[in-house]
């Protein structure tokens, strides 16, 4: 994989334009990586929006049971969802005509990513949205 997916530039400009963020598979769970995520670039002015079946609201934010009930256009999907489960939830993000997908740590879809860009989304993939932050923007 490489740097393909993890490219500079591109993480830069979605950590400072990117304004609305899907986070697919955020629950209320405090423990749950996504929830810390989304915490956090909420805490840094972003819109979050919570994907999950369960639709319920998060950190203060009205849930989507789906990505294609989200009414609203989505700047990133951050797809905290098992690898296996990543392609099916980036093939929802080029559906709605998402600007890009982000897969954290450990979430890797070569196939998926591939779609993506052929699709002309931003894809940035085995990355953590904090640590990046922390590295490029603070």
């Known amino acids: 994989m490489g740097n393909r997916y993890a490219a500079e530039d ?45 639709a319920e609201t998060v950190l203060g934010e009205p849930g989507y049971a789906t990505l294609a009930e989200i009414p609203d256009k ?32 450990g979430v890797i879809d070569e196939a998926a990513a591939q779609r993506a860009l052929d699709a002309g989304l931003d894809v940035v993939m085995d990355r953590c949205p904090g640590v990046e932050w922390a590295l490029r923007v603070a």
């Open 74 to 105: 989505v700047d990133v999907v951050a797809v905290y969802r098992r690898s296996e489960h990543a392609g099916e939830v980036i093939d929802q993000a080029i559906a709605i005509g998402a600007g890009a997908v982000w897969l954290p740590l």
């Open 10 to 54: 591109v993480i830069r400009r979605l950590l400072t334009e990117a304004r609305t963020w899907a986070f697919v598979g955020l629950s209320a769970n405090p423990d749950r990586t996504a929830y810390d995520q989304a915490g956090l670039l909420k805490g840094r002015g972003r819109r979050i929006i919570p994907v999950h079946p369960a």
